[in-house]
């Protein structure tokens, strides 16, 4: 199974600042790399899929970059509503797999 | 709207079985593969089992294989997932989701919607 990476763990941050996520890959997986947010109570929401394209509906501050083994997502300036966990998940083969998360918290 | 909406989640003793109901709306579902995703209580997201459109392909996570059957029934636009031998480890939420493709095993697969989850706590 591809194992996903994903740092930090946890992050605080302030409404108006621009935060990078980062994914590592245990093996090249292309650009078949996407990603969720996660709130509370929430069902979990695709945000990014194939490495970098902005899924309908969601805020242009969102981006992801990134190929191979190596990703990131972008928010350019944190929104209060942007708080949330985030997970990348590969899509390259199954079984399916998805980091471990990154909480991103309110400092 | 596109939707899935899960139910029959519950608390069920170790070694017995629950069976996990999806009701899908808003898509043509038979064009779709189907999975369940789970989050065990502070842990993060795990894929369970996934199904194609046509129920000719069938996966499962190895935490869950020979345990767990994945099922749909694409006249009443429904996904199940029986669950037996149940453990304590399987306690979470149960997330149904749609895939991008009728199939899963290509790659470039994504997962949208989700559903809102439905608990499922094994416990004495």
């Known amino acids: 199974d591809i194992q996903m990476t994903q740092s930090p763990s946890s992050l605080s941050a302030s409404v108006g600042d621009r935060v990078t996520i980062t994914c590592r890959a245990s093996?090249?997986?292309?650009?078949?790399l996407n990603w969720y947010q996660h709130q509370p109570g929430k069902a979990p929401r695709l945000l990014i899929y194939?490495?970098?394209s902005l899924q309908s509906g969601v805020p242009s501050r969102f981006s992801g970059s990134g190929s191979g083994t190596d990703f990131t997502l972008t928010i350019s300036s944190l929104q209060p509503e942007d708080f949330a966990t985030y997970y990348c998940?590969?899509?390259?083969?199954?079984?399916?797999?998805f980091g471990q998360g990154t909480k991103l918290e309110i400092k | 709207e596109v939707q899935v909406v899960e139910s029959g989640g519950g608390l069920v003793q170790p070694g017995r079985s629950l069976r996990l109901s999806c009701a899908a709306s808003?898509?043509?579902?038979?064009?779709?593969?189907m999975h369940w995703v789970r989050q065990a209580p502070g842990k993060g997201l795990e894929w369970v089992s996934g199904?194609?459109?046509?129920?000719?392909?069938?996966d499962y996570a190895d935490s869950v294989k020979g345990r767990f059957t994945i099922s749909r029934d694409n006249a009443k636009n429904s996904l199940f997932l029986q669950m037996n031998s149940l453990r304590a480890e399987d306690t979470a939420f149960y997330y149904c989701?749609?895939?991008?493709?009728?199939?899963?095993?290509?790659?470039?697969?994504?997962?949208?919607?989700w559903g809102q989850g439905t608990l499922v706590t094994v416990s004495s």
């Open positions: 989701v749609k895939d991008r493709y009728g199939g899963f095993d290509s790659g470039s697969n994504w997962f949208d919607p």
């Open positions: 808003g898509f043509t579902f038979d064009d779709y593969a």
């Open positions: 199904i194609s459109w046509n129920s000719g392909y069938i």
């Open positions: 093996q090249s997986i292309s650009d078949y």
């Open positions: 194939a490495a970098s």
């Open positions: 998940q590969q899509s390259f083969s199954v079984p399916p797999t």
